[in-house]
Structures are given as structure tokens and as C-alpha cells.
Nanobody
Framework: QVQLVESGGGLVQAGGSLRFSCVRSGRTSSTYARGWFRQAPGKEREFVAAINWSGGNTDYADSVKGRFTISRDNAKNTVYLQMNSLKPEDTAVYYC??????????????WGQGTQVTVSS
């Protein structure tokens, strides 16, 4: 079994920055690709960013390109999401995912509990 625990959410003003961390525990494997998704109230969960097991390949949603950066430290079983130039439309619950690759939620078998980000204007 794999457990994912996110941290780093909170309230921030537009233009500000936040950094998420997601620590994986349980079944040990550094070869999992990792991803971040988000879900705003009344909307479906959407892809934000993904990183392959080595960190050499990343993918981003168009809405966050140039503002968000995904990275990982396999020695710490941790993936990060650095979010800069935040906008009110970035307000959502952010979820860490593991074990898949791609932009669809169905491609990831493991999920964290989610952490809230609120960006005030």
C-alpha cells in the first residue's frame, strides 16, 4: 500500500507564492511517476503537473506553465510543487498522485488527502 501526505497549503494574496510537499510512504519504490491535480468548488478534478521517476521529464497544464514548477527528491520520497504568481483562479484543493503518468485522474492509483489553497484578490 502507498500513502501520500501533502503539506504546504494555505491562504495567500494574488501574486504570492506557495510550495507544496508530498511525501510517499508504504510500499517503497522510487520509480513511481508523480503528479499534482486540483479541484475547485463545483468543478472536476484537473491535471496540474506531472514528473517522471527520474525527474527528467515534466508536464504542465497550460494554465500553470511558467508559474508552477514540479520537482522531486527520490532520497526523501518527496515531490514538490512550487507555485509562483498565484491567481484567484488557482484557488482549489490540491491533490498529490502517484503510480501513473498522464493528465487523467484514472491513470493514477494512489492519491493524497488534498490540501486547500485559497488565493485572495
Amino acid at each position: 500500500q502507498v500513502q501520500l501526505v501533502e503539506s504546504g497549503g494555505g491562504l495567500v494574496q494574488a501574486g504570492g507564492s506557495l510550495r507544496f510537499s508530498c511525501v510517499r510512504s508504504g510500499r517503497t519504490s522510487s520509480t513511481y511517476a508523480r503528479g499534482w491535480f486540483r479541484q475547485a468548488p463545483g468543478k472536476e478534478r484537473e491535471f496540474v503537473a506531472a514528473i517522471n521517476w527520474s525527474g527528467g521529464n515534466t508536464d504542465y497544464a497550460d494554465s500553470v506553465k511558467g508559474r508552477f514548477t514540479i520537482s522531486r527528491d527520490n532520497a526523501k520520497n518527496t515531490v514538490y510543487l512550487q507555485m509562483n504568481s498565484l491567481k484567484p483562479e488557482d484557488t482549489a484543493v490540491y491533490y498529490c498522485a502517484a503510480g501513473g503518468w498522464g493528465t487523467r485522474t484514472s491513470e493514477y492509483p494512489y492519491w493524497g488527502q488534498g490540501t486547500q489553497v485559497t488565493v485572495s484578490s
